[in-house]
Each structure stands twice: as structure tokens, then as C-alpha cells.
């Protein structure tokens, strides 16, 4: 009898340790998450590698980052004028392919379209 009632003991010993474990381990994986992968916003950018690799002092720096600040704003300017155009293609494109679904296929399209333009606007805030 006592040898049982060691031996459940025992039992749910082992079952409390390795519960525990399991959460002490998925608390330990979350804070780390959070404290180390949260910290990174993503991956360097083409100037902080140049930085980086060419070990360049706080004014260069200053002075590469009002550069690709300045050159990035001038391709925003020349690609702005496509975007219309851009859109117009996309919304032509769509057009062709509702006139060749049938009824059935159209409202999934427009499921798919809505997820497609929610991503693809999620993309561009990231940007």
C-alpha cells in the first residue's frame, strides 16, 4: 500500500514538473520573442549596410541619410504620375476577368480581390 500511494506521488510529481516546464518554457519563449525578435523593425535598409560596412562618422551619416531621404523623394515624384495608370491596367484586368466567370465564380472573385487589395494596402503602410 504505502508502495502505491510513493509511487502516485511520484506520478504526479513528474506530471507538475513537466507542466511546469511546458509553461516556464512557453513564458521564457514569449518574453524572449517580444524583448528580441519584437525589437526588430526589419531588415537594414541598403544606407544602414553602406553605414555599417563602411564605418562612416555621425556627419557622413547624417549626410548619406539626407541623401537617400532626397533621392527617394524624387522617385516618389516620377513614379506618382503611373499610379493612376497603374490602377487603371489593374481595375481594366479585373473587368476581363468577371466577363469570364461564371455566377458562381464571381463572388469568390470578389472575395479573393478583397483580401488581394487589404494585403497589398498593408504592404504599402509598411513601406
Same mark, same amino acid.
Given at each position: 500500500m504505502q508502495a502505491t500511494k510513493a509511487r502516485s506521488e511520484a506520478a504526479v510529481l513528474v506530471v507538475v514538473?513537466?507542466?511546469?516546464?511546458?509553461?516556464?518554457g512557453g513564458l521564457g519563449t514569449y518574453l524572449w520573442g517580444q !524583448?528580441?525578435?519584437?525589437?526588430?523593425?526589419?531588415?537594414p535598409t541598403h544606407a544602414q549596410i553602406l553605414m555599417r560596412e563602411l564605418e562612416l562618422t555621425s556627419d557622413q551619416q547624417k549626410?548619406?541619410?539626407a541623401i537617400t531621404e532626397d533621392t527617394q523623394a524624387k522617385l516618389r515624384a516620377l513614379y506618382l504620375p503611373l499610379a493612376a495608370q497603374r490602377e487603371q491596367i489593374r481595375e481594366q484586368?479585373?473587368?476581363?476577368?468577371?466577363?469570364?466567370l461564371t !455566377? *458562381?465564380?464571381?463572388?469568390?472573385f470578389e472575395q479573393f480581390l478583397q483580401r488581394?487589395? *487589404?494585403?497589398?494596402?498593408?504592404?504599402? *503602410? !509598411?513601406?
Open positions: 514538473v513537466f507542466l511546469l516546464g511546458v509553461v516556464l !524583448r528580441v525578435w519584437g525589437m526588430r523593425i526589419g531588415p549626410q548619406l541619410t484586368s479585373r473587368e476581363r476577368i468577371r466577363a469570364i !455566377r *458562381e465564380q464571381q463572388p469568390r488581394f487589395d *487589404e494585403q497589398r494596402k498593408k504592404d504599402a *503602410e !509598411r513601406r
